[in-house]
């Protein structure tokens, strides 16, 4: 079975932009969570969507916004961006209490 | 809310030597518990869970046991090799019941180096 994919794997931008990620989670999966890691703040959780809908949000600002679609694959927003936001961005797929992660976006904003 | 607390790190051990990583959490309820790894450059591979007090996770010769009376979460193991040497998270899940989702709350990170 397929793990769970994202893209892009990396990204630069520029403060100000807005990125969109994304996430296929494993087939089957309809629970996707996405993470913020950075060395300051460690893991921290951002929101989870599940058949389309957000369940679960975490304490970051609105800029950062999510969908899922109905095939379970989920997209990730971040607008206005900010240096602080540079990170690496983790989706996890679940269908249980079990989560599953993929291999990450880094976002470098400069 | 929620929390857990890891040994702070970095750890360095030669290979064959014996591990343990501290971890203890606070929880309102009955949380779900996991060690997860991350190898340079990738996401979080799941190493092992336990969900109920009592029970012994474990995999690739890692081993943790939820202790509820001391709430805690020990990552051990035998004889580490230099293929362990990552980053190893401790987190909790408990669920929402108002939301009927989860989350996944997270320790600080060990890294782990293993010198041949």
């Known amino acids: 079975k397929a793990g769970v994919t994202q893209t892009p794997r990396y990204l630069i931008k520029t403060r100000g932009q807005q990125v969109t990620l994304s996430c296929s989670p494993i087939s089957g999966h309809r629970s996707v969570s996405w993470y913020q890691q950075t060395p300051g703040q460690g893991l921290q959780f951002l929101f989870e969507y599940f058949s389309e809908t957000q369940r679960n949000k975490g304490n970051f600002p609105g800029r950062f916004s999510g969908r899922q679609f109905s095939n379970s694959r989920s997209e990730m927003n971040v607008s206005t961006l900010e240096l602080g936001d540079s990170a690496l961005y983790l989706c996890?797929?679940?269908?249980?209490?079990?989560?599953?992660f993929g291999p990450g976006t880094r976002l470098t904003v400069t | 809310g929620d929390s857990v607390t890891q040994m702070e790190g970095p750890v360095t051990l030669s290979e064959e030597a014996c591990l343990t990583i501290n971890c203890t959490y606070t929880a309102t309820g009955y949380p779900s518990l996991f060690w997860y790894v991350q190898y340079p450059g990738e996401g979080l591979q799941l190493l092992l869970k336990?969900?109920?007090?009592?029970d012994k996770g474990s995999n690739k010769g890692f081993e943790a046991t939820y202790r509820k009376e001391t709430t805690s979460f020990h990552l051990e193991k035998g004889s580490v090799q230099v293929s362990d040497s990552a980053v190893y998270f401790c987190?909790?899940?408990?669920?929402?019941?108002?939301?009927?989702?989860?989350?996944?709350?997270f320790g600080e990170g060990t890294q782990l180096t293993v010198n041949p």
């Open positions: 987190a909790l899940s408990e669920p929402l019941w108002e939301t009927s989702g989860s989350r996944l709350t």
């Open positions: 336990a969900t109920k007090a009592d």
């Open positions: 996890a797929s679940s269908n249980s209490y079990e989560q599953y």
